[in-house]
Protein backbone atom coordinates (compact mmCIF):
# COMPACT_ATOMS: atom_id res chain seq x y z
CA UNK A 1 0.00 0.00 0.00
CA UNK A 2 2.39 2.36 0.97
CA UNK A 3 4.94 1.48 -2.07
CA UNK A 4 1.38 2.23 -4.11
CA UNK A 5 1.03 5.49 -2.78
CA UNK A 6 4.58 6.16 -3.01
CA UNK A 7 4.63 6.04 -6.82
CA UNK A 8 1.66 8.12 -6.42
CA UNK A 9 3.54 10.53 -5.07
CA UNK A 10 6.38 10.66 -7.62
CA UNK A 11 3.70 11.37 -10.23
CA UNK A 12 2.31 14.46 -8.07
CA UNK A 13 5.20 15.57 -7.80
CA UNK A 14 6.14 15.33 -11.22
CA UNK A 15 2.88 17.15 -12.21
CA UNK A 16 4.06 19.75 -9.29
CA UNK A 17 7.15 20.44 -10.71
CA UNK A 18 5.55 21.12 -14.93
CA UNK A 19 3.42 23.21 -13.26
CA UNK A 20 4.28 26.72 -13.57
CA UNK A 21 3.09 29.86 -15.28
CA UNK A 22 6.69 29.65 -16.36
CA UNK A 23 6.47 26.44 -18.82
CA UNK A 24 3.13 26.82 -18.83
CA UNK A 25 2.80 23.35 -17.44
CA UNK A 26 3.70 21.11 -20.94
CA UNK A 27 6.64 21.06 -23.26
CA UNK A 28 5.22 21.61 -26.45
CA UNK A 29 3.01 25.06 -27.19
CA UNK A 30 -0.33 23.92 -25.49
CA UNK A 31 -3.25 25.61 -27.03
CA UNK A 32 -5.37 27.92 -24.77
CA UNK A 33 -8.16 26.02 -24.45
CA UNK A 34 -6.94 22.64 -23.28
CA UNK A 35 -8.62 22.62 -19.89
CA UNK A 36 -8.32 19.85 -17.62
CA UNK A 37 -9.13 18.91 -13.65
CA UNK A 38 -6.23 18.66 -10.87
CA UNK A 39 -8.31 15.18 -9.64
CA UNK A 40 -10.51 12.43 -11.57
CA UNK A 41 -12.46 12.15 -8.91
CA UNK A 42 -14.54 14.56 -6.31
CA UNK A 43 -17.44 13.83 -3.99
CA UNK A 44 -20.30 15.88 -2.35
CA UNK A 45 -22.68 14.85 0.44
CA UNK A 46 -25.40 17.31 0.20
CA UNK A 47 -27.53 18.10 3.42
CA UNK A 48 -30.08 20.16 3.99
CA UNK A 49 -28.01 22.80 4.39
CA UNK A 50 -26.38 22.71 1.82
CA UNK A 51 -26.71 24.07 -1.75
CA UNK A 52 -27.74 21.23 -4.49
CA UNK A 53 -24.62 22.26 -6.93
CA UNK A 54 -20.58 21.67 -6.29
CA UNK A 55 -17.95 23.46 -7.83
CA UNK A 56 -15.05 21.70 -9.48
CA UNK A 57 -11.42 23.87 -10.31
CA UNK A 58 -10.57 23.54 -13.74
CA UNK A 59 -7.17 24.58 -15.06
CA UNK A 60 -5.15 24.93 -18.36
CA UNK A 61 -1.88 25.21 -19.93
CA UNK A 62 -1.92 28.38 -21.57
CA UNK A 63 -2.95 31.37 -20.08
CA UNK A 64 -3.44 33.79 -23.03
CA UNK A 65 -6.61 35.04 -24.40
CA UNK A 66 -9.92 34.86 -23.18
CA UNK A 67 -11.51 31.53 -24.23
CA UNK A 68 -14.42 29.04 -23.33
CA UNK A 69 -13.98 25.61 -23.53
CA UNK A 70 -17.04 23.37 -24.21
CA UNK A 71 -18.45 20.82 -20.86
CA UNK A 72 -20.70 17.68 -20.79
CA UNK A 73 -22.34 16.06 -18.52
CA UNK A 74 -22.66 11.61 -18.75
CA UNK A 75 -24.39 10.36 -16.04
CA UNK A 76 -23.80 6.82 -14.88
CA UNK A 77 -27.91 6.31 -14.42
CA UNK A 78 -29.65 7.08 -17.86
CA UNK A 79 -32.56 7.75 -15.61
CA UNK A 80 -30.77 10.87 -14.37
CA UNK A 81 -30.10 11.94 -17.50
CA UNK A 82 -31.87 15.70 -16.69
CA UNK A 83 -30.74 15.21 -12.61
CA UNK A 84 -27.88 16.90 -13.41
CA UNK A 85 -27.20 20.49 -15.28
CA UNK A 86 -24.05 22.61 -16.03
CA UNK A 87 -22.97 25.65 -18.28
CA UNK A 88 -22.63 24.93 -21.96
CA UNK A 89 -18.92 26.14 -21.28
CA UNK A 90 -16.09 26.93 -18.73
CA UNK A 91 -14.90 30.25 -19.50
CA UNK A 92 -10.80 31.56 -18.81
CA UNK A 93 -10.37 35.17 -18.84
CA UNK A 94 -6.68 36.57 -20.56
CA UNK A 95 -3.71 35.84 -17.68
CA UNK A 96 -5.53 33.14 -15.93
CA UNK A 97 -4.42 29.18 -15.82
CA UNK A 98 -7.61 28.85 -13.60
CA UNK A 99 -11.36 28.83 -13.74
CA UNK A 100 -14.69 26.65 -12.09
CA UNK A 101 -17.31 24.68 -13.63
CA UNK A 102 -20.33 24.51 -10.97
CA UNK A 103 -22.78 21.40 -11.82
CA UNK A 104 -25.99 21.30 -10.09
CA UNK A 105 -28.52 18.32 -9.26
CA UNK A 106 -31.93 17.93 -8.12
CA UNK A 107 -31.40 15.94 -5.14
CA UNK A 108 -34.97 15.10 -4.71
CA UNK A 109 -33.93 12.48 -7.82
CA UNK A 110 -31.93 10.93 -5.29
CA UNK A 111 -32.30 8.03 -2.56
CA UNK A 112 -30.82 8.65 0.64
CA UNK A 113 -27.35 7.27 1.08
CA UNK A 114 -26.71 6.08 -2.96
CA UNK A 115 -24.15 7.61 -4.88
CA UNK A 116 -25.07 9.41 -7.53
CA UNK A 117 -22.81 9.63 -10.71
CA UNK A 118 -21.63 12.28 -13.37
CA UNK A 119 -19.28 12.50 -16.02
CA UNK A 120 -17.66 16.15 -16.10
CA UNK A 121 -15.90 15.97 -19.57
CA UNK A 122 -13.91 18.66 -22.10
CA UNK A 123 -14.25 17.08 -25.84
CA UNK A 124 -11.77 19.14 -27.28
CA UNK A 125 -8.99 17.19 -28.37
CA UNK A 126 -5.64 17.47 -26.73
CA UNK A 127 -2.17 16.23 -26.31
CA UNK A 128 -1.78 17.17 -22.18
CA UNK A 129 -0.85 13.88 -20.03
CA UNK A 130 -3.90 15.11 -17.65
CA UNK A 131 -7.35 14.52 -17.30
CA UNK A 132 -9.53 15.85 -19.12
CA UNK A 133 -12.14 14.45 -17.28
CA UNK A 134 -13.63 13.55 -13.99
CA UNK A 135 -15.78 11.69 -11.92
CA UNK A 136 -18.54 13.78 -9.55
CA UNK A 137 -19.87 11.34 -6.63
CA UNK A 138 -22.82 13.14 -5.02
CA UNK A 139 -24.69 11.43 -2.05
CA UNK A 140 -28.27 12.94 -0.48
CA UNK A 141 -27.19 13.25 2.79
CA UNK A 142 -28.13 11.01 5.75
CA UNK A 143 -30.33 12.38 8.85
CA UNK A 144 -27.35 13.28 11.27
CA UNK A 145 -28.03 12.89 15.56
CA UNK A 146 -24.99 13.36 17.49
CA UNK A 147 -24.02 9.71 18.94
CA UNK A 148 -21.25 11.48 20.98
CA UNK A 149 -18.24 13.57 21.38
CA UNK A 150 -14.38 13.17 22.11
CA UNK A 151 -11.10 14.60 21.38
CA UNK A 152 -9.81 15.24 18.12
CA UNK A 153 -5.73 15.78 17.08
CA UNK A 154 -4.25 17.09 14.27
CA UNK A 155 -0.11 16.76 13.97
CA UNK A 156 -0.88 18.35 9.93
CA UNK A 157 -2.34 21.29 12.24
CA UNK A 158 0.18 21.24 14.91
CA UNK A 159 3.62 21.42 12.89
CA UNK A 160 1.71 24.23 10.79
CA UNK A 161 0.83 26.26 13.84
CA UNK A 162 4.23 24.89 16.24
CA UNK A 163 2.26 23.54 18.76
CA UNK A 164 -0.55 20.95 19.57
CA UNK A 165 -3.77 21.53 17.95
CA UNK A 166 -6.91 19.51 19.95
CA UNK A 167 -10.25 20.24 20.25
CA UNK A 168 -13.33 18.77 21.21
CA UNK A 169 -15.46 16.97 18.36
CA UNK A 170 -18.88 16.03 18.18
CA UNK A 171 -19.90 12.30 16.20
CA UNK A 172 -23.01 12.16 14.66
CA UNK A 173 -24.63 8.90 13.56
CA UNK A 174 -27.02 8.36 10.78
CA UNK A 175 -30.79 7.63 11.95
CA UNK A 176 -31.05 5.62 8.32
CA UNK A 177 -28.02 3.44 8.90
CA UNK A 178 -26.94 2.77 12.52
CA UNK A 179 -22.93 1.64 11.10
CA UNK A 180 -22.48 4.94 9.66
CA UNK A 181 -21.07 8.00 11.36
CA UNK A 182 -19.56 11.42 10.55
CA UNK A 183 -17.38 14.14 12.18
CA UNK A 184 -19.09 16.95 11.29
CA UNK A 185 -17.11 20.38 10.14
CA UNK A 186 -13.70 18.40 11.49
CA UNK A 187 -11.05 20.59 10.92
CA UNK A 188 -13.06 23.31 11.18
CA UNK A 189 -13.68 23.23 14.67
CA UNK A 190 -10.21 23.67 15.61
CA UNK A 191 -10.94 27.38 15.76
CA UNK A 192 -7.99 28.28 13.70
CA UNK A 193 -8.17 30.71 10.64
CA UNK A 194 -8.43 30.13 7.24
CA UNK A 195 -11.01 27.16 7.69
CA UNK A 196 -14.58 26.90 6.60
CA UNK A 197 -17.43 24.33 7.60
CA UNK A 198 -19.37 22.34 5.65
CA UNK A 199 -16.45 19.27 5.07
CA UNK A 200 -16.89 16.32 7.06
CA UNK A 201 -15.19 12.72 7.79
CA UNK A 202 -18.00 10.19 6.99
CA UNK A 203 -17.17 6.66 7.83
CA UNK A 204 -18.59 3.24 8.63
CA UNK A 205 -17.83 1.52 11.78
CA UNK A 206 -20.05 -1.43 13.34
CA UNK A 207 -18.15 -0.85 16.64
CA UNK A 208 -15.03 -3.38 15.59
CA UNK A 209 -11.54 -2.32 15.01
CA UNK A 210 -12.22 -1.51 11.12
CA UNK A 211 -13.33 1.64 9.73
CA UNK A 212 -14.16 2.00 6.17
CA UNK A 213 -13.96 5.77 4.76
CA UNK A 214 -17.14 6.64 2.86
CA UNK A 215 -15.50 9.06 -0.01
CA UNK A 216 -14.33 7.28 -3.08
CA UNK A 217 -11.39 5.68 -3.19
CA UNK A 218 -9.08 6.46 -5.86
CA UNK A 219 -4.53 5.33 -6.24
CA UNK A 220 -5.69 3.14 -2.69
CA UNK A 221 -6.54 5.51 -0.66
CA UNK A 222 -9.54 7.95 -0.20
CA UNK A 223 -10.02 11.66 -0.21
CA UNK A 224 -11.30 14.09 2.08
CA UNK A 225 -11.01 17.93 2.11
CA UNK A 226 -10.72 19.10 5.26
CA UNK A 227 -12.07 22.86 4.87
CA UNK A 228 -8.45 23.97 5.86
CA UNK A 229 -7.42 26.59 3.82
CA UNK A 230 -3.50 27.07 3.81
CA UNK A 231 -2.54 30.59 3.29
CA UNK A 232 -0.12 30.02 0.58
CA UNK A 233 -1.68 26.65 -1.63
CA UNK A 234 -5.24 26.63 -0.64
CA UNK A 235 -7.55 23.82 0.09
CA UNK A 236 -5.73 20.99 2.34
CA UNK A 237 -7.07 17.73 1.62
CA UNK A 238 -6.26 14.09 3.37
CA UNK A 239 -5.38 11.51 1.02
CA UNK A 240 -6.48 8.79 3.55
CA UNK A 241 -5.44 5.13 3.99
CA UNK A 242 -7.87 2.71 4.85
CA UNK A 243 -5.53 -0.55 5.71
CA UNK A 244 -6.04 -1.79 9.01
CA UNK A 245 -2.91 -2.01 10.06
CA UNK A 246 -2.87 2.00 10.02
CA UNK A 247 -6.29 3.15 10.25
CA UNK A 248 -8.47 1.52 12.62
CA UNK A 249 -10.37 1.69 16.11
CA UNK A 250 -8.75 0.78 19.31
CA UNK A 251 -11.71 -0.16 22.09
CA UNK A 252 -8.89 -0.47 24.87
CA UNK A 253 -8.67 3.65 24.51
CA UNK A 254 -11.52 4.33 22.93
CA UNK A 255 -9.54 5.99 19.91
CA UNK A 256 -10.23 6.05 15.88
CA UNK A 257 -6.68 6.21 14.01
CA UNK A 258 -6.59 7.94 10.60
CA UNK A 259 -3.28 7.58 8.66
CA UNK A 260 -2.93 9.67 5.71
CA UNK A 261 -1.02 12.26 3.97
CA UNK A 262 -1.95 15.91 3.46
CA UNK A 263 -2.34 17.33 0.35
CA UNK A 264 -2.62 20.82 -1.33
CA UNK A 265 -2.67 21.74 -5.50
CA UNK A 266 1.03 21.54 -5.47
CA UNK A 267 1.29 17.91 -4.45
CA UNK A 268 2.14 16.35 -0.78
CA UNK A 269 2.48 18.76 1.90
CA UNK A 270 4.41 16.77 4.77
CA UNK A 271 5.34 13.38 5.38
CA UNK A 272 2.40 10.42 6.29
CA UNK A 273 1.18 11.03 9.56
CA UNK A 274 -1.88 9.76 12.30
CA UNK A 275 -4.88 11.96 13.11
CA UNK A 276 -6.46 10.42 16.59
CA UNK A 277 -9.87 11.07 18.06
CA UNK A 278 -10.37 9.79 21.71
CA UNK A 279 -14.09 9.34 22.54
CA UNK A 280 -15.13 10.78 26.03
Known amino acids: MKNIKALFLLSVLFLAAACSEDTEMNTYPARNDEAFFAKSAYSYAVSGDLEDAYTIPVQRANAKGDVSV ?11 EFAFSAPATVDFVDGSLTSTVKVSFDRSQFTVGEENVVTVSFPTPTQLPYAAECKLTVVRDYTWVKWGQGTYFSPCLSTLYGGDVTWTQVIERAEEDQNR ?13 YSVAGY ?6 DGGSAITFVAPMEDGGAWVDTGFLHPSYGMISLFLDPDPTW ?34
Open 200 to 205: HLSFIW
Open 247 to 280: TYYSDADKTFTFDYAPYVSLGQLMGWMDDTFTLE
Open 181 to 193: YRLPDFYHNAGKS
Open 70 to 80: PVILTAANPDQ
